[in-house]
């Protein structure tokens, strides 16, 4: 088993020291939510100068992850900074995308094709799917036909395609969040998990996350089957 870490952080300073930290304790990366989203254009680059030199200095991957409410959660915001900073690598989380810009509508095509800067770099992607109003839906099977679920398999299917061409190991990680997390003895309610109120009288999570993460698990099954065999076709064209 492979372990990474994941922190959240307001401060580029303190990069350094996670990374040194995170090295010396044997995780694989670090996946890296930065900032609140209220940073300027010099202060998003001082956070990837940061990132770029705590990776080099302690030989230790360090992931941006797309997540809103940080530095990545513009489109347009971080295929800039990739073009200033080539060298960055991320932990796709598609659904906090797929809900900031509502990418249900219309031109889908071409925001895909926007992003392939970001799929070219991505390292991990993280396994959750989100509507445009709903960043974790409770799926009814892994041939779920909603026009989201398919969304996110392109996406899933592009990133799975891109790690292959450049030889790299395709890691997909499921993150399926609680409707409550606990941290430090306080109770926050996140509300990641889709709620209804059970015969108890209790509030009572939609599904099970357990089985919802295998659902997951056998979509992008499918997508790697998928980028493989784009692939495989293509050398034969």
Not at 33 to 61: F, I, P, T
Not at 163 to 184: D, I, K, M, T, Y
Not at 202 to 219: F, V
Request: proline share 3%; aromatic share 8%; charged share 25%.
């Amino acid at each position: 088993m492979v372990a990474t870490a994941q922190v959240l952080s307001c401060d580029p300073a303190a990069l350094d020291s996670i990374g040194e930290r995170h090295a010396a304790e044997g995780f694989d990366a670090t996946i890296l939510v930065a900032g609140n989203g209220l940073e300027g254009d010099e202060a998003v680059k001082r956070y990837c100068d940061a990132v770029l030199q705590a990776s080099a200095r302690h030989r230790h991957r360090i992931l941006l992850e797309t997540h809103r409410g940080s530095i990545t959660q513009d489109i347009r915001r971080t295929v800039d900074a990739i073009e200033h900073f080539p060298e960055l690598r991320f932990c796709a989380d598609f659904t906090h995308w797929y809900m900031g810009h509502e990418l249900s509508l219309a031109g889908f095509d071409e925001k895909l094709a926007f992003m392939q800067p970001l799929i070219v770099r991505t390292d991990i992607v993280e396994g959750r799917i989100g509507s445009t109003n709903c960043a974790q839906v409770t799926l009814e099977s892994a041939s779920d036909d909603r026009h989201f679920v398919e969304d996110h398999r392109r996406f899933w299917t592009a990133c799975f395609r891109a790690s292959l061409e450049r030889g790299q190991q395709v890691v997909f990680a499921p993150q399926l969040l609680p409707a409550v997390l606990p941290h430090n003895g306080i109770d926050y309610p996140i509300a990641y998990a889709q709620l209804q109120r059970g015969s108890s009288g209790h509030w009572e999570e939609l599904s099970n996350r357990w089985e919802q993460t295998l659902l997951h698990c056998d979509i992008a099954r499918e997508c790697y089957a998928q980028a493989r065999q784009s692939m495989s076709l293509e050398s034969f064209a």
